[in-house]
């Protein structure tokens, strides 16, 4: 085969995983554009870069077109202080104000993002209706006064009759899914379910509604819903413009509003061509626009429109509600406005979360949309940009997966940045011209490669750098080689002076086993001993010095400064003895022999770090204490103990129930020390061993004083009776007595025994 050729196969079999992957990443973010797939955080992207985008193209400035007549703080304010009290306020009041709006300043529309759903009783209008059908039914002259006053006192009959001749819009709201509950009456349908085809919308249906007094609402021009959709990462960008109720269609409040200004035509249903939807319609397509008397409205597949936010709170005029009432505002600032009442009042609880505020008010939501509809300024999504997002997604994905692994990082990210930056200047440009396409796939998409192919191609290349963290993890487990890579600069392998806890354990007669084994069986059974025991230091966050054939090196506190490092070591010793039964367990299965392990400890300051030549180093620890460790392996037999303890380690561990087995001169020290044998922390050790130990420890102190014979009657008594708890010791001491009582060792003498072995 041409060189040339096997040379670009093994540079594409070399680049095939890179490849492989890309294609993954692409596929991933096409099925969540394609809508087989939920990606919340595509979503949430979507809409921060939405929100970008909004803020910058805001035209911003005051709208002088709609005025928000503020039910504020100031407003609220008792009457002395000019305000009208607190909400709600009585009828009368709300009838002032709208025959102020209209006889005083002569607004062109009052719309109320308020909803009036219960009576105005305050004057007492419900205590005289009782009155005029019960006890006073017979009294001609009450009956009289009755009449008169009725008028007076039926504050909702004077609110609905400012409604007459103007136009009046009033707001109500849907309940959310599975409320089913109902209060007041809603305005007449605008749609009916005949009218817009099943096929062609997927709106927002609800089951409950709070409206208004059916009196309000049957003088009022027309109503409109308050319900935003308030997307997952609770930001309102949309408005239902159309909710379906019992099969009909509702339309909002700036819809209502607007379609009045216009002369109240009815709105027609519109296809992406602008064919007029309705009951003889056999459609199939989608409705993408209503026609709101001439002005063409955009909505998205669930009868939806992009809030067109003009800027941030106070785009809008306000003027205080209290204000209109007492006839302070100049007649300029009202004249000829479409007029919104609403509240900013932070008690009233209408402020909601935008694109372009956190504590954005309700109210100036719907004055946005009443512009907009007006200005025609309403961005579409239509359903063929969520084909062409599709499309870009698979097309420049599959290209830049299939580049990129063949460039050099530099060319890489310049590739990358280009296509990035022309998606993303294409997609400005659309929506300038009033078209939402979405970008958070697919820049997500073009992003996923490009990382993924630079990270694959740095941790190729920084192999060798990867080792070098790697030297760590020949002595302590990934655990802590993970916690060490964190603060890389808090660990080195330089010398330095530590308190530690150092382990030897050593398989009792491996020469013998060893002999009995061929070398491959031999490496099995090794193998099959030091792993368990490796696993168990490791658990207990502690490091391996060296193996030495059978025996194993550890130590704690180092490189990771560990403040249990004796508890840890101890611990880690108990559970290697349970490892080494169910190991023999296993090993007699197999017909190996079995074993028994001598595991010695001692804490102390010690030197740790890098130690060796120039040609080959090992982290590794030195020391009087490392010595002693050391020492007291070697002697567990002695003792018939599987674990014998320095003095130090013992002093560590208030908590550790542990006998005080000799006090020995071990080899290369001259100063005698005490040795333990831990049996298990408190409350883990058995009460036989418990009253074994409280008659050693009198046994011992009888010795010590060298009372032989009562010392001897001890130890035969803990021989006999206590023999599974130290056969071994006991008969060690009854040696030892006879010898010391034929050679005495003197009034000095501080019952220390002197070892000359290893």
């Known amino acids: 085969m041409n060189p040339k050729i096997c040379e670009r196969l093994a540079a594409l079999r070399k680049r095939l995983p890179r490849l492989v992957l890309g294609f993954a990443i692409v596929g991933l973010f096409a099925t969540q554009a394609g809508g087989w797939l939920a990606l919340p955080f595509i979503e949430r992207l979507d809409g921060i870069i939405y929100d970008v985008r909004l803020r910058y193209t805001a035209p911003g400035g005051q709208d002088p077109r709609v005025v928000i007549v503020d039910i504020d703080e100031k407003s609220l304010r008792e009457r002395e202080a000019g305000g009208e009290g607190r909400w709600p306020w009585p009828r009368d009041r709300l009838a002032l104000l709208v025959n102020r709006l209209n006889d005083d300043y002569n607004v062109s529309l009052t719309g109320f993002d308020v909803i009036f759903s219960e009576r105005d009783e305050s004057s007492g209008i419900r205590t005289i209706d009782l009155l005029s059908k019960g006890e006073l039914k017979n009294d001609a002259g009450f009956q009289s006064q009755y009449k008169r006053i009725k008028p007076l006192l039926d504050l909702d009959s004077q609110f609905a009759n400012s409604f007459k001749d103007r136009l009046v819009i009033l707001g109500y709201s849907f309940l959310i899914p599975g409320d089913k509950n109902k209060k007041g009456v809603l305005p007449a349908a605008v749609f009916t379910a005949k009218q817009i085809p099943s096929s062609t919308a997927d709106p927002m249906v609800r089951e409950g509604f709070t409206g208004n007094l059916a009196l309000l609402q049957i003088n009022a021009t027309d109503g409109g819903h308050i319900n935003p959709i308030i997307d997952h990462d609770g930001i309102i960008r949309r408005i239902p413009m159309l909710v379906s109720y019992e099969g009909n269609y509702y339309e909002s409040l700036g819809l209502a509003s607007a379609r009045a200004l216009l002369g109240s035509l009815p709105l027609k249903a519109l296809d992406a061509n602008g064919i007029e939807l309705n009951e003889k319609t056999n459609y199939f397509g989608a409705l993408e626009f209503l026609d709101v008397g001439g002005a063409m409205l955009p909505v998205d597949s669930q009868l939806a429109s992009f809030i067109p936010y003009r800027g941030p709170y106070k785009s809008y005029e306000y003027i205080s509600a209290s204000d209109v009432l007492n006839k302070t505002v100049a007649k300029e600032k009202l004249e000829g406005k479409i007029v919104l009442v609403g509240t900013t009042a932070p008690g009233l609880l209408d402020l909601r979360a935008t694109p372009v505020g956190n504590a954005y008010p309700g109210v100036e939501i719907h004055a946005n949309m009443i512009t907009g509809i007006l200005d025609g300024t309403i961005k579409q999504a239509p359903l063929w940009t969520y084909a062409a997002n599709l499309a870009l997604i698979v097309l420049l994905g599959l290209c830049l997966a299939l580049i990129l692994p063949f460039l050099s990082p530099m060319s890489s990210t310049l590739v990358a ?342």
Not at 531 to 552: S, W
Request: charged fraction near 25%.
């Open 417 to 758: 940045l280009l296509g990035i930056g022309l998606m993303t200047s294409l997609n400005l440009f659309a929506y300038n011209k009033g078209i939402v396409l979405p970008l958070a796939s697919l820049l997500s998409t073009l992003l996923g490669v490009y990382l993924f192919n630079i990270a694959y191609g740095y941790f190729v290349e920084s192999k060798n750098k990867r080792l070098i963290t790697g030297l760590f993890g020949q002595y302590v487990p990934p655990e802590l080689v993970d916690e060490m890579a964190q603060n890389p600069a808090n660990f080195n392998m330089e010398g330095e002076s530590r308190e530690l806890t150092i382990l030897f354990s050593d398989v009792r007669g491996f020469t013998t086993i060893s002999e009995s084994l061929d070398a491959k069986t031999l490496s099995e059974f090794i193998n099959a001993f030091l792993t368990p025991f490796t696993q168990v230091i490791y658990a207990h966050r502690g490091t391996i010095d060296k193996y030495m054939g059978d025996c194993i090196m550890a130590f704690w506190g180092a490189p990771i400064l560990d403040a249990d490092h004796a508890r840890h070591g101890v611990q880690s010793a108990f559970e290697m003895l349970k490892a080494m039964e169910r190991l023999n367990d296993e090993f007699i299965k197999r017909g190996w022999p079995p074993i028994k392990v001598g595991i010695g400890l001692n804490s102390g300051r010690v030197s740790v770090g890098n130690m060796g030549s120039e040609i080959r180093l090992a982290y590794t620890v030195m020391g009087d204490a490392v010595n002693l460790a050391s020492r007291l392996e070697g002697i567990t037999k002695e003792y018939g103990a599987a674990i014998i303890i320095g003095e130090e380690t013992y002093k560590k561990l208030p908590d550790l129930v542990a006998r005080e087995v000799d006090k020995v001169r071990v080899k290369g020290k001259d100063i005698a020390v005490k040795i333990y044998e831990p049996l298990g922390f408190e409350g883990a050790v058995s009460e036989e061993k418990l009253v074994a130990l409280k008659l050693f420890e009198q046994a011992l102190q009888s010795y010590r004083r060298q009372d032989w014979d009562v010392a001897q009657s001890q130890f035969e008594t803990l021989l006999h009776q206590h023999c599974s708890t130290g056969e071994v010791l006991y008969e060690l001491y009854l040696e030892r007595i006879p010898q010391l009582r034929a050679n005495p060792p003197g009034e000095d003498w501080d019952g220390s025994f002197t070892f000359t072995k290893k």
